[in-house]
């Protein structure tokens, strides 16, 4: 099967079991690795609209629904808000980055 097919259907089985949708979900679901540029862009294609996303596949070695155990799920589930923290974070300090107009300097 192809990378992008194999997140795809990664895809649809954390999103059928109602988990969260991250890097690091979806990656724990993969079963070889594959590099961010290839599962970016599909991730961020499935939040911004999952319609969009072409249908899941069926394979023989896909791991059945509730295969991991409760620490793997545990596990992923703090990566994926942990992953969420970093991008609020990133965002504020993008934000306070940005140069503001109204600053202006103290007249002396």
């Not at 596949?57 to 970093?86: C, F, H, W």
């Not at 609020?88 to 940005?98: G, P, V």
């Amino acid at each position: 099967m192809m990378p992008e097919q194999a997140i795809i259907n990664a895809i649809h089985s954390l999103a059928s079991e109602g988990k969260p949708i991250s890097t690091a979900t979806v990656k724990a679901r993969l079963d070889s690795s594959v590099s961010l540029a290839a599962l970016l862009p599909l991730i961020s294609r499935y939040k911004q609209n999952p319609q969009r996303l072409p249908a899941q596949v069926a394979t023989s070695n896909e791991q059945p629904a509730g295969a991991y155990s409760a620490t793997e799920q545990a596990l992923m589930e703090r990566i994926s808000e942990l992953e969420d923290k970093v991008a609020r974070l990133e965002l504020q300090q993008y934000n306070q980055a940005l140069p503001t107009t109204a600053k202006q300097e103290p007249h002396t």
